[in-house]
C-alpha cells in the first residue's frame, strides 16, 4: 500500500535530470516555443535566462550554488521583476517596466533560481478562466479547448505543459489553487501574511497572497522555506521564516500519525457541485478512511454567504487599489484629451477591460454613502464570523476537506457571458482567502484536471505541505 511506503521525500523536479543548467533551459525554451499556440508566455527571457544559466552552472561546479540551482521559474505578470515589463495583462500597463524586484523574485534569484518569463493571466488577477486578459485567453495543455482556470491560468498551465518547474502566482480568493486543479497540477496559497506581496501588484490587499504551482510538492516545499518570512516593505507580514521552517514535521509523518478531517456537509450537498467531481471525491474520502484517518461531516451555515462577502469586500478593496492608474503617472494614456478629467476618464475607459470596469464599479457603489453599511460593513461582519465558524472547524480537527472547484474545466467562451456563473464557482476556494488560513489543491487522480483542497490552521503552512506530500502519494 502507498500509505505504508515511505515517500520519496529527496526527489526534486529540478534535480532529477542529471543536465546543465544551460540544457534545461534549452529544452524547456524550445518546449515553449513549439507550444506558443497555448498562448502561456507573454514574454520569454530567452537570452537572459541563458546567460544565467551559464553562471549558475559554473557555480555548481564550484560547489557553491544555491538552494535553487537548476530550478526554471515562470512568473505571472503580476508580479514585479526590475527591469522587466509587467502588465497585469491589461491595456493599462501597456509598456510599464518594474522600478523594483518584488521581495518573493528577490529570495529566488539569491537561490540561484533561474526566471524564465513572464506568464498570461486575467486581467489585474480578476477572473477564473484566464479569457480575461489583453493576450487572450490560456488553452488548457489536458485539453486545449477547455480553460486552464484563473487567475493564474498561464501558470497553471506552463505546468502542466513542463515549459518550467514551478510557476508563481498569486491567490486572492482561488486563483493558484482553481487553475492548479484544472490543469493536473498542485497550488498552494500560503497563510495570509506568511509571504510578503511587495512587488506584487495589488487586487484585493487583505486577501492576497503570491502562491507556487508545481507537479512537484518538494520543490513548493523548498519554495516556500526559502521565500516565507518577515519583510520591511510588507507590514502585513507577520510570520517569521522560523514559523515555516521550524518544527517541521518528518516528510512520513502522516503516515504514521491519523488525523482528524472535516469534510463540510453542504459542500456536498451543493447544487453547482459536478457527479464526477462528487464521485473522485468520495472515493477519495473512502482511501483516507481506509487509511485509518477520521472523516467528520459538520455544516458550514455560512456557506452561500462566502461568493458574496468575497465579492462585496474584494471589489471594495480592488476600487480603491485601482484608482492610481489615471493615465497621468505610468502605462496607457489616451491621446486628444483637452482637459485633465477628459485624459483620466478616457484613459480608464479604453485601459481597462469589461471585467475590471465592472469589478470598479461594483466596488465604488458598496462604499458609496447610503450603501456602506448595507454592504461593506455587513460583509466584514460576515468574514469576522466565517473566520470563527473555521477555526472552531479547526479546533478537532487537523484539516478541511472539500474539493476545490465544484466544476470540472469547461470549452473556452462558453460561460464568460455569465459573470454570476462563474462567481459562484469560487464557493469553495474563497473562504480561507476570507480567513487567512493556508489551502492547498491536490490533484485528486493523475491525469485527472479535479483537485482536493485541505484547508490548515493559520500559520501551520509547513504541516499542510507535509500532509500534501503524503495526499500526493496516496492518490498518484
Ligand atoms: N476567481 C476569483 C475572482 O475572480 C479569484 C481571483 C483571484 O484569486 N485572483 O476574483
Known sequence: MHTNSPLNVNKYIFKSSGKSCVDTVNIFINRIKKNKD????IELYEDESLTRAKVIDKKIKEKNAGKLAGCVIAIKDNICYKNHLVTASSKILEGFNSLYSAT?????????????GRLNCDEFAMGSTNENSVYGPVKNPLNTKNVPGGSSGGSAA????ELCHLAIGSDTGGSVRQPAAFCGAIGFKPTYGMLSRHGLISYASSFDQIGPISSCINTIDLFMQIVSGKDSFDSTCVYGSTDYNHNKLSDNHYIEEKVNIVVIKNTLEHPSLDKKVKEEFLILLNKLESSGHKINFKTLPLLDYLVPAYYILTTAEASSNLAR???VKYGYRSKGNSTLIDLIKSSRSKGFGPEVKRRILLGSFVLSEGYYDNYYSKAQKVRRLIKEETDNLLLSNSFILTP???????????????P??????????????????PAISVPIKRHTPIGAQFIGKSGSDSNLISFAKYIYSLCN
Do not use: C, W
Open 325 to 327: 492608474y489615471d493615465g
Open 420 to 437: 454570476t456563473a462563474l462567481y459562484l464557482q469560487d464557493v469553495f476556494t474563497v473562504q480561507s482567502n476570507l480567513t487567512g488560513n
Open 158 to 161: 506552463a505546468v502542466a505543459a
Open 404 to 418: 476545490t472547484s465544484p466544476v470540472l474545466p469547461f470549452a473556452i467562451g462558453s460561460e464568460i457571458d455569465d
Open 104 to 116: 518573493v523574485i528577490k529570495r529566488l534569484l539569491k537561490e540561484d533560481a533561474i526566471i524564465i
Open 38 to 41: 497555448l498562448n502561456i508566455f
